[in-house]
C-alpha cells in the first residue's frame, strides 16, 4: 500500500488527504495543533464559554468549485447560506446603511448605482475601473503583478479619491492588505472568475465551522479506517534529503505540549521525533512563515526555488468575539464595512447564522500592526475581561472603543466572560502583495515525493483564498498518485485526481465594454470634478436615505435582471455541473427547497 505524510491538517491537507483516502492511500495527517482547520479552524480548546472559537468568518464564492466539490462529497450541502451584498456603516447610520450587491456582475449596475455606498457618480466609476482592468489580456498578467492595484488604479483619467477608498476598504477587509500594497493581477483573477457566476456574491457556514464543516471532514476521514492516522501536537522543526539528495528521506518533529496556534505558553514535551518518510510521498501544507525557516543548506542546495519563499509577506490581523447581554435591533445579516473608524474593521453578526437569541458580532480587525504594541486584553481572576473604552490600555479596549463610536454599546452590554480577541500572530495570512507571484513556489518540488500546499503556492485562484488552497491540495494528491503509478507493485494508483479551473468572460466583451461607457466614465469624472472644484461637501450618505427594497433571488434561472438573458450562460462541464451552491435547489431566502 503506498503511504503518505501530510504535515498540516488545514483546508489543503484536509482535501489532499481525502482524495488520497478515496483511492486506498494510507494517509498520516500530522498536525501542530490540538484541533483541524489551520486558517479555517474552528475549536472549543478555550474557557470562555460554551460555543466554538473562530478565526475570522470566511467568504465562499460560486467559483469555488473544487470547495464545492469536497463539500458535496462531505454531504454538508445544507450548511451554507447566501448572502449577496455588503453594507456600509458610516457613522452610526444602522438603520438602511448603504449596500453594495453582487458587484462582480453587470446584472445588478442599476441596483448598485442607487444603493448608496457613495454618490451616483463615484459609483459608476467604481464598476467602470472593475471592467477596465477585466479588460486587459491574461498575457499581460505577469506585467500587471508588478504593479500595485492602487498605483494601476490612480494611473487612470477617470479615478478620483471616492473610486480608490472603495477599492481600499475591500481589500482591507477581505484579505487585510493595503490596495498600495495589492498585486493588481491578483484583483484581476479574483474579478474575472467573480464575474462569471456573481449571484449570490457569497456563501456563509450556517453555524460554526466546526459544527458545519471540520467534523463532518474528520468523520469522513476517520471512516476509512486504519488507513487513516491523525497525529495532533505535532510541530515539524526539520525536513531532510535521503543520501541521494533526490528525495526527502527524514521528517523531524517535536511534541508539543498546547496549540501553537492559539496558546502563547505552549512548550516542547518531546524534541527530535524523527519518521523516516523515503519510501513515502510527503506534502508540507503550512503557512509560509512555517515553511521558511526549515529551507536550511541541504534542501536549498536541491531545490533554491525553495529560498524564493522568503521573499514572500504575511499581515498581521485580528478578531474580536464580541457577545452581548441583548439583541442589538436593527443589525443585519450581511458582512458590514466600519467605513470611519480605525483598524479597518468588518463585522458580521454570528447570532443570525448560529441561531443565538443575544447578539453575537464577530469583528475582524484588518489593519492590526500598531495594535501588536498593546498587550491583546486583560482578565480578572474569574476570567472576565477588565475593560476601559475611556482610557484604553488593551487592544481590545482601542477596538471596543471604535466600534462603540458606530454602534450604541456600552460596556454593560457586553459578556465579559464570553467576549474575546484572537491574533494571527505566528500564522500570519499570506499577502499577495506587488511582484509576489514571480517568488511564489509551485506544488511539486525538485524532491520527487516532496509537494507543497496551500494558499501562498502558485494557483489559478492567485489570491489567498479557501479554493486556492484546495486547489493546490488537489494538485499534491495528483502529484501523489502520479508517483504511485511508477510502482504498480505497491497497488492501483487509482484514478486522475481533477482540477477544476473556473469559466471566465473573454477580455475581448470588457474591452468593447470599456470603449461604449468610455463617454459615460468621462461624463461622470466631470461631475466629481466639478462637486470638488465648487466645494460641494455632501453629507454622505444622505439623512433621507432608504434603500431600496428588492427581492434577492439566488437562483441561476431567476435573477431577476434584464441584463442577464443577453449574456452567455456559464457552461460548465459534467463534472462540475451540480457542485456549487449556484446549481443547488435553494429558495430566495437562502433554505434547501422541499424534498432537498
Known amino acids: ?157 477617470y479615478c478620483t479619491e471616492t473610486v480608490a477608498k472603495l477599492h481600499e476598504k475591500i481589500w482591507q477587509t477581505v484579505w487585510a492588505i493595503d490596495s498600495w500594497q495589492a498585486s493588481a493581477r491578483s484583483y484581476k483573477t479574483f474579478l474575472k472568475y467573480g464575474n462569471r457566476v456573481p449571484v449570490p456574491q457569497l456563501w456563509l457556514f450556517k453555524g460554526s465551522k466546526k459544527d458545519t464543516l471540520l467534523d463532518p471532514f474528520l468523520k469522513k476521514l476517520h471512516s476509512h479506517g486504519e488507513r487513516f492516522e491523525l497525529k495532533y501536537l505535532h510541530r515539524l522543526q526539520a525536513i531532510h534529503p535521503d543520501s541521494s539528495g533526490k528525495k526527502i528521506g527524514q521528517l523531524v518533529f517535536d511534541e508539543v505540549s498546547a496549540s501553537p496556534s492559539i496558546n502563547p505558553q505552549w512548550k516542547v514535551k518531546k524534541k527530535g521525533i524523527k519518521v523516516d518518510v523515503a519510501e513515502e510521498d510527503v506534502i508540507i501544507s503550512i503557512s509560509p512563515g512555517g515553511f521558511t525557516p526549515l529551507v536550511t543548506g541541504d534542501l536549498y542546495n536541491v531545490d533554491p526555488a525553495l529560498g524564493q519563499v522568503r521573499y514572500l509577506e504575511a499581515e498581521p490581523m485580528a478578531s474580536v468575539e464580541l457577545y452581548l447581554n441583548r439583541k442589538l435591533p436593527d443589525i443585519p445579516p450581511d458582512v458590514v464595512v466600519f467605513m470611519n473608524t480605525d483598524y479597518e474593521m468588518t463585522f458580521l453578526d454570528y447570532s443570525q447564522t448560529w441561531g443565538l437569541e443575544k447578539t453575537f458580532l464577530y469583528v475582524t480587525v484588518s489593519d492590526f500592526k500598531s495594535l501588536l504594541s498593546a498587550e491583546p486584553e486583560k482578565r480578572d481572576p474569574d476570567g472576565n475581561l477588565i475593560l476601559d473604552l475611556q482610557h484604553p490600555k488593551t487592544a481590545i479596549d482601542y477596538i471596543l472603543r471604535e466600534i462603540n463610536k458606530n454602534i450604541d454599546i456600552s460596556v454593560a452590554d457586553i459578556d465579559l466572560y464570553q467576549t474575546s480577541i484572537e491574533t494571527n500572530t505566528g500564522e500570519e495570512l499570506f499577502a499577495n502583495l506587488t511582484g509576489s507571484w514571480a517568488h511564489r513556489p509551485e506544488v511539486k518540488t525538485a524532491f520527487s515525493n516532496m509537494f507543497l500546499a496551500g494558499t501562498y503556492v502558485r494557483n489559478f485562484a492567485d489570491v489567498a483564498t479557501v479554493e486556492g488552497a484546495c486547489a493546490t491540495g488537489l494538485i499534491a494528491a495528483e502529484g501523489v498518485r502520479e508517483n504511485a503509478s511508477r510502482r504498480p507493485e505497491r497497488g492501483a494508483p487509482g484514478e486522475k485526481i481533477e482540477v477544476i479551473t473556473p469559466d471566465a468572460y473573454p477580455s475581448e466583451l470588457f474591452q468593447a465594454l470599456k470603449v461604449a461607457w468610455a463617454p459615460y466614465a468621462g461624463s461622470a469624472k466631470l461631475w466629481s470634478a466639478a462637486d470638488k472644484a465648487f466645494g460641494v461637501n455632501r453629507i454622505w450618505p444622505p439623512k433621507n436615505f432608504k434603500l431600496p427594497k428588492l427581492k434577492f433571488t439566488p437562483s441561476p434561472d431567476d435573477l431577476g435582471s434584464f441584463f442577464t438573458d443577453f449574456l452567455p450562460r456559464s457552461k460548465w462541464n459534467q463534472k462540475t455541473m451540480g457542485l456549487g451552491p449556484m446549481f443547488w435547489n435553494y429558495t430566495p431566502d437562502g433554505k434547501p427547497r422541499k424534498g432537498f
Open 1 to 157: 500500500m503506498h503511504k503518505v505524510s501530510i504535515v498540516g491538517a488545514g483546508i489543503a491537507g484536509l482535501t489532499a488527504a481525502l482524495r488520497l483516502l478515496e483511492r486506498n492511500y494510507h494517509v498520516t495527517l500530522y498536525e501542530q495543533d490540538d484541533f483541524i482547520g489551520g486558517m479555517l479552524r474552528s475549536h472549543k480548546e478555550h474557557d470562555h464559554g460554551d460555543n466554538p472559537r473562530e478565526h475570522s468568518y470566511h467568504m465562499l464564492c460560486n467559483w469555488y468549485f473544487n470547495f464545492w466539490s469536497v463539500a458535496k462529497d462531505l454531504g454538508i450541502e445544507r450548511n451554507f447560506t447566501p448572502r449577496e451584498a455588503f453594507k456600509f456603516l458610516y457613522e452610526g447610520h444602522v438603520q438602511d446603511m448603504p449596500e453594495m450587491v453582487n458587484p462582480g456582475g453587470i446584472q445588478d449596475f442599476y441596483r448598485n448605482l442607487t444603493g448608496g455606498a457613495a454618490p451616483v457618480e463615484e459609483l459608476f466609476l467604481f464598476m467602470y475601473s472593475m471592467v477596465d482592468l477585466l479588460s486587459i489580456p491574461d498575457s499581460e498578467d505577469d506585467e500587471l503583478d508588478k504593479i500595485s492595484f492602487n498605483g494601476w488604479l490612480r494611473s487612470r483619467p
